[in-house]
C-alpha cells in the first residue's frame, strides 16, 4: 500500500510539473507585446536572453519572473503531493521529481510544439526551494564567469557544473544520509542544462559566440 502511494505520488508530481514547467512565459509574454512568437526573433529560443534582446529589459525581467516562479511552485507542489499522496512529507525525492520535470516543461513545452527555452530561470526557481545555498554559489559562479568573459552561456555552464558539485560538498558536510541521491539528481538535471547549450558551447570553442553588448557575428542559441 504504501509502495503504491508513492508511486502514484511520483507520477501525480511529475505530471504536474511537466505541465506547469510547459507554461512558457517568454512565448506568452512576447505574444502580448508584439502578438508575435518569440522563437520567430533573435536566436529562435524561447527564454530569457532572447527577450532581452528583442524586446529590452521590461519583458525580460517578467520573463525571467514566470520562468523562476514556475519552478519554485513546481518544487512547492510536488512537497505537497508526496506529503499528501505518498505519506512521506521528509522525501526530497519529491522536490527533485518535480524539479526535473519542471526542467523538461520547459525545454519541451506540451503547449508549443516542444520547443522551449534553455531552462536556466527555471532551474534557478526549483533550487530556491530545494537549497538556497546551492542557489546562491552556483549564482555566484554564474555572475563572476559572466561578468569576466561577457558570455551569458558561459556563465550558464559553468553554473551547471558547479551545481552537483557544490551540492557534493555541503551534503558531506552535513553529513546527509541523502548525499549521493541530491548529487546524483543534481548531475542529470546538470547534464541536461549542458546539453541543451551544446551550440552555445561549439560557438564558444570557435570564437563566434556573442558577449553581452557585442553586436551579432550571427544568431546566438543562447
Known amino acids: 500500500m504504501e509502495l503504491f502511494r508513492i508511486i502514484s505520488a511520483f507520477v501525480l508530481a511529475a505530471v504536474t510539473a511537466y505541465l506547469l514547467g ?41 520573463t525571467l519572473i514566470g520562468d523562476f516562479s514556475k519552478g519554485a511552485v513546481a518544487v512547492l507542489l510536488g512537497h505537497v503531493i508526496f506529503t499528501y499522496v505518498g505519506g512521506r512529507p521528509e522525501l526530497l525525492l519529491g522536490g527533485y521529481v518535480s524539479a526535473l520535470f519542471a526542467l523538461l516543461g520547459h525545454l519541451f513545452p506540451l503547449y508549443y510544439g516542444f520547443k522551449g527555452g534553455k531552462g536556466i530561470a527555471t532551474c534557478a526557481g526549483v533550487l530556491a526551494v530545494l537549497d538556497w545555498r546551492v542557489l546562491l554559489i552556483i549564482l555566484g559562479v554564474f555572475l563572476i564567469v559572466t561578468a569576466v568573459s561577457r558570455y551569458v552561456s558561459l556563465g550558464s555552464v559553468c553554473a551547471a557544473v558547479a551545481y552537483p558539485v557544490s551540492t557534493l560538498i555541503l551534503r558531506l558536510c552535513e553529513h546527509s544520509s541523502a548525499v549521493w541521491g541530491d548529487t546524483i539528481m543534481a548531475f542529470l538535471i546538470a547534464v541536461i542544462v549542458i546539453v541543451m547549450h551544446r551550440k552555445n558551447i561549439e560557438r564558444l570553442f570557435n570564437g563566434t559566440e556573442n558577449k553581452i553588448g557585442q553586436k551579432k557575428k550571427q544568431q546566438p542559441d543562447t
Open 22 to 62: 510547459s507554461i512558457n512565459f517568454a512565448i506568452i509574454i512576447t505574444k502580448a507585446f508584439l502578438h508575435k512568437d518569440i522563437r520567430d526573433f533573435g536566436s529562435g529560443n524561447a527564454g530569457m536572453t532572447n527577450v532581452l534582446r528583442t524586446l529590452g529589459k521590461g519583458p525580460a525581467a517578467l
